[in-house]
């Protein structure tokens, strides 16, 4: 799993620094590269392969409460054109990843979410994830075609899987499908 996507999406669509704290982030996209990390300051930096295009030509970006919700813009009626034409990154920054409920509908792309979090969803039909922190959290997964990697310091759950295609790397062991 390539865990520095920044040859994805050049042109940067959107830097909104200026967010009110969150605590639950909703993800709905198409083809995308996602990082979740921790630093200073809320944040959200938004690329995009499109070099003629705006973010609100593509993406719908609201804050309801404590929860961010992000998603692309009508793309179920135009998946094919979006599969094919689009690819974005998006970085999302928060001061206490622990704090944060994550989930992520993505069709296309990979997720790298750097710390642990409150929560975790994640649908991927093809999607490559990777998950590192201290120490694990309730997270449900549904992937049908990628690599997963889960990297704790601590590790304290239950794991029931399935998969098609791709691999599963935990803790330094792969199982291929």
């Known amino acids: 799993i390539n865990q520095d996507r920044k ?11 200026d967010l009110d704290a969150f605590t639950e982030i909703k993800l709905e996209l198409v083809s995308s590269y ?11 930096n938004v690329f995009a392969s499109q070099e003629d295009t705006t973010f609100d030509d593509l993406f719908n ?17 135009n998946l094919k054109s979006f599969i094919t034409t689009l690819t974005s990154r ?3 920054t928060v001061p206490e990843t622990e704090k944060v409920s ?16 409150a929560k975790f ?8 994830l990777f998950l590192s922190g201290k ?3 309730p997270m449900a997964i549904d992937i049908v075609n990628g690599d997963n990697a889960l990297v704790f310091e601590t590790f304290d759950a239950h794991l029931d899987f399935e998969f098609v295609n791709g691999s599963f ?9």
């Open 61 to 77: 970006l609201s804050t309801k409460g404590q929860k961010l919700v992000l998603n692309e813009k009508d793309w179920k009626n």
């Open 90 to 92: 998006v970085v999302i």
């Open 7 to 17: 040859e994805h999406g050049k042109k940067e669509l959107k830097d909104k620094n």
């Open 135 to 137: 120490e694990t959290y």
């Open 34 to 44: 996602v990082e979740i990390q921790a630093g200073d300051v809320f944040q959200i």
């Open 121 to 128: 969803e994640f649908d991927g039909p093809n999607g490559d």
């Open 169 to 177: 790397d935990l803790m330094g062991d792969t199982i291929s499908a």
């Open 102 to 117: 994550v989930k992520i509908d993505l069709v296309n792309g990979e997720v790298n979410v750097k710390g642990s979090l």
